[in-house]
């Protein structure tokens, strides 16, 4: 490989473990390894070896990257659902690591607190992947930086922000990433959305390093002004009482990324990202459910905006797949 990194043996928890020169390393050799896919170039370095993937929340988009990646870079895959195994209802934590650690390579764990997937990693012999916790969901983020600079040819100095709760996995993520690389990161949403105060001091901290801003914004066309990017999640996370639908769409209803906000950037060239799955239209049972219960066509971003020229979710989408191969690689092997 070009791309020298040295991650082997550790895990991949979440980004403030990594340096911005690491998460920068994970996105050349994500884009490394997707170019060597593209031309059929075999990468088959981890041959022989196997790996679990523990999910106890439901997932698309990680499940298929981690068995994907996996089988190209030559190892076996098992999956665990979250029916299937007897983690944490007849089994502990760290037996479960004990277990696992003795059959496979690496693991990886996609459930509900952070706290759950540090222990896990804490038991473990082999490197622990997190697909993604109600905290954190670091590998879509190396997923969207490889996005972000395959379309705008570099990271430092792109404007950011993400319009939605940003106290959950992605706002926390997001923010982390671009406060290392140095991507100028805006938050927009009502107060009490804001990050955990402890991690935006943090954050500040990073941001100074690598020359980023940090902002906080209540007034939607103050914070796009200048976008480069616009990012948003879903209102409703998963593991979340379908109760808080209501709260959530009275208060986050002024930030949903329509035309009109994308408008308001003064930028041709503004991009609209999201990790998915996206409620913008009827067509999924929940959308159906809660559009008509509440009358709306789509929760946080309008169909016309998720299907017009400046979305860029399907490749953002594809990415997750290449920079979760280099999350594995990098970590299995080493590559100096
Ligand atoms: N973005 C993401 O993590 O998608 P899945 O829930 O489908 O894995
Ligand atoms: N915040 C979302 C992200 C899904 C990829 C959730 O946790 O459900």
Request: net charge negative; hydrophobic share 40%.
């Amino acid at each position: 490989m070009n791309t020298k990194l040295n991650l082997q043996g550790r895990d991949f928890l979440k980004l403030l473990d990594f340096t911005g020169a690491e998460i920068e390393g994970l996105v050349s050799l994500s884009a490394e390894l997707k170019a060597m896919k593209k031309a059929g170039v075999p990468h088959r370095y981890c041959e022989g070896k196997n790996i679990a993937l523990i999910f106890e929340k439901t997932s698309t988009r990680t499940r298929c990257s981690f068995e994907v990646a996996a089988r190209d870079l030559g190892m076996g895959v098992t999956y665990l659902d979250p029916q299937g195994s007897q983690i944490g209802k007849k089994e502990s934590i760290a037996d479960t690591a004990r277990v696992l650690s003795s059959m496979f390579e690496g693991i990886e764990y996609r459930g509900y607190g952070q706290e759950i997937v540090e222990e896990l990693a804490h038991y473990a012999a082999v490197p622990v992947w997190n697909g993604l916790t109600s905290e954190a969901h670091p590998t879509q983020i190396i997923a969207d930086l490889l996005t972000m600079r395959e379309h705008f040819g570099h990271l430092r100095g792109l404007n950011f922000v993400y319009m939605g709760d940003a106290r959950y996995n992605m706002g926390n993520s997001l923010m982390v990433g671009c406060a290392k690389v140095g991507v100028n990161f805006t938050a927009c949403c009502p107060e009490k959305y804001f990050p955990d105060a402890k991690l935006i001091a943090a954050c500040e901290g990073f941001a100074k390093e690598s020359g980023a801003t940090l902002r906080f914004e209540t007034d939607p066309a103050a914070a796009v002004k200048g976008a480069d990017v616009i990012y948003t999640d879903v209102w409703v996370s998963m593991g979340e009482p379908v109760e808080v639908w209501e709260e959530r769409i009275n208060d986050l209803a002024p930030y949903q990324v329509n035309a009109a906000l994308m408008r308001k950037t003064g930028k041709d060239e503004t991009v609209f990202m999201h990790c998915l799955p996206a409620y913008h239209d009827l067509k999924t049972q929940v959308g159906k459910e809660m559009g008509e219960k509440f009358g709306r066509e789509a929760m946080e971003v309008t169909d016309e905006v998720f299907e017009s020229a400046q979305s860029i979710v399907f490749d953002e989408a594809e990415n997750r797949m290449h920079s979760i191969k280099a999350v594995m690689l990098s970590t299995l092997e080493n590559l100096q």
